[in-house]
């Protein structure tokens, strides 16, 4: 099991030194380089040579990785070229408003979609069902740059209970951020919840219908005891991964929702340092992407080794 | 020994049809369980007997509704309780065991859980009392070491362990009625023979009313007092277990126990033509009127009633049940086959072949070897004659269908040497082979379902081959098509369907036709009749059986069933772990001396005849890879002589009639210790 666990996070970090590869590499072809794209008319002359030396691209280009990359695995990503500043100062705040935001709407929606998926596959092609089910497919239909701007418009303009959008610094404190992110954390919650529910759905209907469910009723189980001793533990495996996939979803940054409701969060700041040109900035917030995702996915596939007995013995006897 | 315990009076369970017609599953069947009594309830797939069987338990499947009618358990009617009220009778009053323990025990509890379960529900037992009544159950149903079995999951037992473990959840309620569905259908013969052995035991030890149903009137006739007989969702025939399998007077039991091949019986069983009816397809007359070569007019118009015949205490649904008696001599006879020339030329030669599924290590696979000193399969040489029709037999894991894989090129093989045709060497990499070889060996799956392509009709299956290896179009493609279809007595306007229209001896007849289609001079069945109905079996080894005749193909024939393989082949080889145990003409390997091996087998398998009872001389337990010397069945081995078995690999010794066996035993004693 150690030996997997081992395994697994070795690939992991494969992974994220191929992408951390793959944008250096793609920041070094795109004509120009950083001091050209970011001054870009004034280019020439002083302004240029000095930008060259401060950032260093005199030097070759395999050891201006290697030199970004020790840094990078120390925990430092250099300087932001817009602000001037590092970019750790840039991501900070950032990165705790990405994470104020996922983690509410998590808290809030997984739980939801989980109760929504059960009631509507126990009560399938029932009243709960059918009308849980429109709600859901409606809200996973529309695009959230719709659903967000229509909330705004009836809950923000029209009943005028809550902010439109959100004008704090980025840095705020929590309990200031958390007035702010009802709107948003809804707009996010409805597509969010809305597939996960479908998914648990479906997953519980499968094992409804299989053998062990029918021999567990005919051993006389009482139905809810059947539910949460038979049911739901198979059931809910298969969305282990689906839910993982959307933590790093929220995590990575909604970029849509936080541009409508000006979120000052990870995502809001992918979309400004590529209009800003801000090749450092952009290759930092490509690797703490991959790093969520990369991180999330393999939390998730060990609680799957966990929890299902099946895979669990299959690799320890490998 | 009177009381009846569950009676089922007049009940009829049906579903609505997409048209809102309402169209009945189960008709009109009413029966008594006695106390004490076992009861099987046997048919083919489709005929309603597990509708029947969960109905008992009041429970009926979603979709379908019960339309009238009632069952009686202890005079209570169960279709009309509340699920609280079942709950209390289910697991305590009436237990089920099911078909497939290892898809019915819930995979993420424990086996000790799942056990807990039923004895918490169903008994006041604390829970000491209850940890220790756990090691008992599970050392009453014979499982080995108890007390760690409790701490397993479902996956980590063998089917025959699931199967038992639900016998021991079944169990622990001490129910009054025991519900079996199919409890041995997917088991190995041993095992299967075990279990039933434990089910008999159990009946007498406990007293318990069983209820057994099956499509296999072999398991069928080792348990029953009694037996109920059902096709088209009625009762066709009730009575006394011997009466019915011996003097069955229904013609549809009658052609039901002659389509059963026979271990004691060399040649092909009869077929009955045609296949059950479609649920609602009925519209007035007998049910059985087209399959019936009784039928008379009178049967086309008018439904019989089931009349009670009080000298053979039985109930029969039958206008001309009595032209059946007396004919019970026939049951035991069965179409002859032509032999095969055996002065034939040989078409394929495995040499030494060896094959293994270990994952290649990184430097072999540069190297490109395999470097499994224990493989899967070894040292197979078997000679396969032109026109003969060779069986490879064994229980599950005896690399039966393996070797057929590496025949057909789908398994690259790790040594030895596969020679087609005046001894050239065949590739046993698929990519390798030229077309001709891929066009001469066909092979045909065991699950039709799977093996023909749902969105395909009938002509566009068939036509591939054709195109394929005879580039045929245009009028001469349908005319061969047309052909086929005939060969395999199927009629033109079967072209137009798709695989999901047909019934499955008809699309094991369309699988057939499309590997008679290349013109093969080889063709691999695997499991070819295990899927199927014995009724639709018997037609399609007699259609193999013919279509061998007429073209004088080469059958290479795997098959767990060792009744099927004395039906249909020449020659038998008996695998055990993947090496051969014996080889030999299939009449003598069936006759004493065998190799141990056989032996178990061949004492294992279930007769449709209460009279004879199955003889278990070995443990069934489950090896998961040959030993890495000596004898592939010194584990199991009932005549093992000492550490010769355990360390040299035994020498081959041909009998008298021509069959060969690998034992260290001499070949005269073993034949007069199996005597």
Known sequence: MLLLILKRIGLGLITLFIVSLITFVGVEVLPGDACTTYLEREAYGAALDACIKRLGLDIPAYERYLDWASNVVRGDFGYSLSGEMPINEVLGPRVKNSLVLASVSILIGIPLAIVLGIITALWRDKLPDIMISTITIFSMTIPEFISATLLILIVAIWLGWLPGIVIIPSDATFYELLSNIILPVVAISMIMTAHMARMVRSSVIQVMASDYVQMAILKGVPYWKMVFRHVLPNALLPAINVVALTIAWLLGGVVVTEVVFNYPGLGRLVIESISNRDLPVVQALAIILASIYVGINLIADLMTLMLNPRLKSLQIRK | MNEIIESVKNLSIGFNSQKGKQISILRNVSTNIKKGETVGIVGESGSGKSTLALAMMGYIKQGLFPLKGECLFKSEDLLKMSSRQLEKIRGRKIAMIPQNAGQALTPNLKIGYQIDEALRLHTDLNKTERDKKISELLNKVRLPSPETMAFRYPHELSGGQQQRVAVAMALAGKPDLLLLDEPTTGLDVTTQAHVLELLRFIAKDTGTSMIYVSHDLGAIAQVSDRIVVMYAGEIVLEGPARKILKEPIHPYTYGLLKSIPKLSLAGLPASMPG???????????????????????????????????????????????????????????????????????????????????????????????????????????????????????????????????????????????????????????????????????????????????????????????????????????????????????????????????????????????????????????????????????????????????????????VSHDLAVVRAISDRVAVLYQGRLCEIGPSQNVYKFPSHPYTEVLLGAVLEPDPDIKPKLVAEDIVEEKPPEKGCSFQGRCPRKIGDICNSEVPPWQIGENGNAIRCHINIEELASLQQ
């Open chain 2, 275 to 557: 296949s059950q009816p479609q649920p609602g397809s009925i519209n007035e007359g007998c049910s059985f009127y087209d399959r019936c070569n009784l039928a008379t007019n009178h049967c086309k118009k008018n439904s019989p009633d089931l009349e009670h015949i009080k000298e053979l205490d039985t109930n029969v649904r039958c206008f001309n049940h009595k032209e059946l008696i007396n004919q019970n001599n026939n049951l035991q006879t069965s179409i002859t086959k032509k032999l095969n020339n055996s002065e034939a030329i040989e078409v394929l030669k495995l040499k030494d072949v060896s094959i293994s599924y270990a994952k290649q290590k990184f430097f072999d696979q540069l190297l490109n070897k395999i470097s499994d000193q224990n493989p899967t399969v070894k040292d197979i040489n078997i000679d396969i004659k032109k026109g003969e029709t060779i069986a490879l037999v064994g229980e599950s894991g005896s690399g039966k269908s393996t070797i057929l894989k590496s025949i057909a090129g789908l398994l690259k093989t790790k040594d030895g040497q596969i020679k087609f045709e005046n001894d050239r060497i065949l590739s046993s990499d698929l990519k390798m082979r030229n077309p001709n070889d891929l066009r001469a060996i066909q092979l045909i799956f065991q699950n039709p379902d799977e093996s023909l392509n749902p969105n395909h009709t009938v002509e566009q299956i068939l036509s591939q081959p054709l195109k394929l290896y005879f580039n045929l179009s245009g009028e001469e493609l349908k005319k061969n098509i047309i052909d086929l279809l005939k060969k395999v007595r199927l009629g033109e306007f079967y072209m137009s369907r798709y695989p999901r229209q047909l019934s499955g001896g008809e699309k094991q007849r369309v699988a057939v036709a499309r590997a008679f289609a290349a013109k093969p001079d080889i063709i691999l069945c695997d499991e070819v009749t295990s899927a199927l109905d014995v009724s639709v079996q018997a037609a399609v080894l007699n259609l193999l059986q013919q279509l061998k005749e007429d073209l004088g193909t080469t059958y290479v024939f």
